[in-house]
């Protein structure tokens, strides 16, 4: 009897079996490297009706977040402006500039301008501004340096996995109330004398000397903060979040 | 067979990588949403659009004449309940009653004096919102020479003027809360406690800006003739 399978068709499993290989590790890389929010969100940068500049407004003149976002501390959205707020300054500064059309429209229509959305949670997600400025996670935390950004764009994955990375460890990110609306605060801009009789010293470090030049670490602020404050996010319980 | 897999294999991957980029390239495109189940319930966020209403508003505004549920008539405001927790917005922050605390005026005369005990952490939050809202226009000694003023705004009220200084606090809450001439309405804005909160920060700029030798505590006069040491 003549073989039924010519002889190529030895090597065929394996043949089988290295595509299968290199095609599996394709796709889960591909899901790994596309399937996330690092991916689908970041870097998100809509066109807005106004093309505001944060860095002129933040950086230039010196505004504090919270002249336009004015209910930050004290409600879950961080409202945008209304246009009464652009309308204080830009009834007289830059009147006639083109980019400012919308807001002039908005102010003679009384409609609101239609700004578009950058950072979102999805509709099954709770989350409050209020409580995360008021325990010393700054803006900048989540949104990056937006007193930089010519134009705002999405900065950070806000997925779930990293809203738990800093649940699990807050002292990370904790800073001094004041310094919340800061976005350039850095640890080592903390006196360490003033700081120290604020809010005590470090858990476990009590018998360190903290007067001279010392300069205080992001971790040292933020273990003095998370005791002092008794910040205990929530991070294992789906309702904290989802509920 | 192996060698035309890899060649159709590095094309598809080439092709991918082409379409769909690299992590964080910055895009106008909305985020794409892979599993979107229940990421868009059929409720209104706060300041979102709703094609209900003709104004596009999905937020609607209280019909005139009406209290809305969950309002306290104002000077609940004193109570131990609503006190309890501070970063909570209190129950008639924004009122707009006729009496003194809310609206600067006893009758059609505007009042003096703060309606609040002034405490040192009433006056640091009153710095704080200063600096937040006024300090832009109106400098942060009051002087009527915030940085807006660089870029072409006029008419900044100073606060060191005699004026200013003479005007009855009431008068001075009644301008916040309605604003005046080219300065808008900040009462949708600054709660009815931090716009007193304000004044008496004003006031103490008023007079650090205008001060005797008599205003200087006594033990520490001593200090005034010594130059200042920097470390």
């Not at chain 1, 460890?169 to 609306?181: G, I, S």
């Not at chain 2, 006893?106 to 809202?133: H, L, Q, S």
Request: proline share 7%.
């Amino acid at each position: 009897m003549a073989n039924l399978f010519p002889k190529w068709t030895n090597w065929l499993p394996l043949k089988i079996l290295v595509i299968l290989f290199v095609l599996g590790n394709a796709v889960t890389a591909g899901v790994w490297y596309y399937f996330t929010p690092k991916y689908t969100r970041v870097g998100y940068e809509p066109i807005q009706p106004v093309p505001f500049p944060h860095d002129i407004h933040v950086s230039q003149l010196g505004m504090d977040c919270r002249y336009c976002h004015s209910f930050v501390e004290v409600a879950a959205h961080s409202n945008v402006p209304n246009t009464q707020t652009c309308m204080n300054c830009h009834s007289q500064v830059q009147k006639d500039n083109p980019k400012l059309q919308a807001v002039r429209e908005s102010w003679k229509s009384e409609l609101p301008v239609s700004w578009v959305q950058i950072h979102k949670t999805p509709d099954y997600v709770y989350f409050n501004h209020s409580a995360h400025v008021n325990r010393g996670v700054s803006c900048f935390s989540c949104h990056d340096q937006v007193n930089h950004m010519a134009v705002v764009y999405h900065a950070k994955p806000h997925s779930m996995s990293w809203c738990l990375d800093c649940h699990r460890a807050p002292e990370n990110n904790l800073r001094p109330r004041e310094q919340v609306t800061n976005l350039d605060w850095k640890p080592s801009d903390e006196n360490a004398q003033t700081f120290t009789a604020k809010y005590g010293k470090p858990p476990g470090e009590e018998q360190k000397d903290f007067s001279g030049e010392v300069k205080l670490t992001q971790l040292e602020i933020g273990n003095t903060l998370k005791h002092n404050w008794n910040v205990q996010p929530p991070d294992i319980n789906c309702f904290a979040c989802h509920r | 067979m192996l060698r035309s897999f890899f060649l159709i294999f590095i094309l598809a991957v080439i092709t991918v990588v082409a379409i769909a980029g690299f992590r964080g390239t910055h895009t106008t495109k909305p985020p794409i949403e892979i599993i979107p189940d229940m990421d868009h319930q059929p409720r209104f966020d706060p300041q979102h659009e709703s094609a209900f209403f003709s104004d596009g508003r999905a937020a609607r505004k209280p019909v005139d004449g009406t209290v809305p549920l969950g309002y306290t008539l104002p000077h609940a405001y004193y109570s131990t309940e609503a006190n309890n927790n501070k970063f909570r917005q209190k129950p008639g922050a924004f009122s707009m009653a006729p009496d003194y605390y809310n609206s600067g005026k006893i009758g059609d005369v505007y009042g003096d004096g703060i309606p609040v005990e002034v405490t040192p952490e009433f006056m640091a939050r009153g710095k704080e919102r200063f600096t937040i809202n006024c300090a832009v226009c109106h400098g942060a000694t009051g002087s009527g020479n915030g940085i807006v003023t660089q870029y072409g705004l006029v008419g900044v009220a100073n606060f060191q003027d005699n004026r200013l200084r003479t005007m009855p606090d009431g008068q001075i809450f009644n301008t916040i809360t309605h604003g005046k001439n080219t300065m808008g309405a900040y009462g949708p804005q600054i709660t009815v406690e931090d716009r007193w909160a304000i004044i008496a920060y004003i006031r103490a700029l008023q007079r650090s800006q205008n001060a005797t030798l008599n205003d200087v505590p006594q033990d520490q006069r001593a200090q005034l003739d010594q130059p200042q040491v920097t470390k």
